[in-house]
């Protein structure tokens, strides 16, 4: 059953906590992506990896590190040093030099 | 120039009606438009997608019309129902970059 998962769907964390989000995918996909969506503003691109061992920041990448040691795997942390972290997080993939993004089901975060 | 602008943010339509989504782009380098379907709670599914090399693209009830020279595109859903309510998503990206710029989403609710 191929796809693209994320877990945990809710976490919730405290202020000042460091927290990772995972993101799994076998599609077999080169590039992988990471965004944030929050009420009213569409998806906003956090950091996106285009093959293994190299990753780009995005539009709002301050706050956030992302690794990529496996071409499946592209988790998220989210650092103390995020200052509005509470969002719903999503995944996605694609094949390289192809257009279409393949969207997980998100992990929505809430930090108090 | 990098924005994808999107309109209405909310539309009411009745069973059956048509409904219309529009957006407006500045970058003429884009060459990818994609629609996007989000339900809530869940990750956003690729719907249909147009390159500016043909003005329109029907796909079931869901047509793509897109006018080059005046830098837009629209969504038509046509018979609408209950199950299409939904938050769309317009977006681009450009040939070489593997990034989609989003629209601000468009959140449909159709009335029985």
Known sequence: DGGITQSPKYLFRKEGQNVTLSCEQNLNHDAMYWYRQDPGQGLRLIYYSQIVNDFQKGDIAEGYSVSREKKESFPLTVTSAQKNPTAFYLCASSPLETYEQYFGPGTRLTVT | ?112
């Open chain 2, 1 to 112: 120039q990098q924005q994808v602008k999107q309109s209405p943010q909310s539309l009411i339509v009745q069973k059956g009606g048509i409904s219309i989504i529009n957006c407006a782009y500045e970058n003429t380098a884009f060459d990818y438009f994609p629609w996007y379907q989000q339900f809530p709670g869940k990750g956003p599914a690729l719907l249909i997608a147009i390159r500016p090399d043909v003005s329109e693209k029907k796909e079931g009830r869901f047509t793509i019309s897109f006018n080059k020279s005046a830098k837009q595109f629209s969504l038509h859903i046509m018979d609408s129902q209950p199950g299409d309510s939904a938050t769309y998503f317009c977006a681009a990206s450009m040939h070489g970059t593997d990034k989609l710029i989003f629209g601000t989403g468009t959140r449909l609710q159709v009335f029985p």
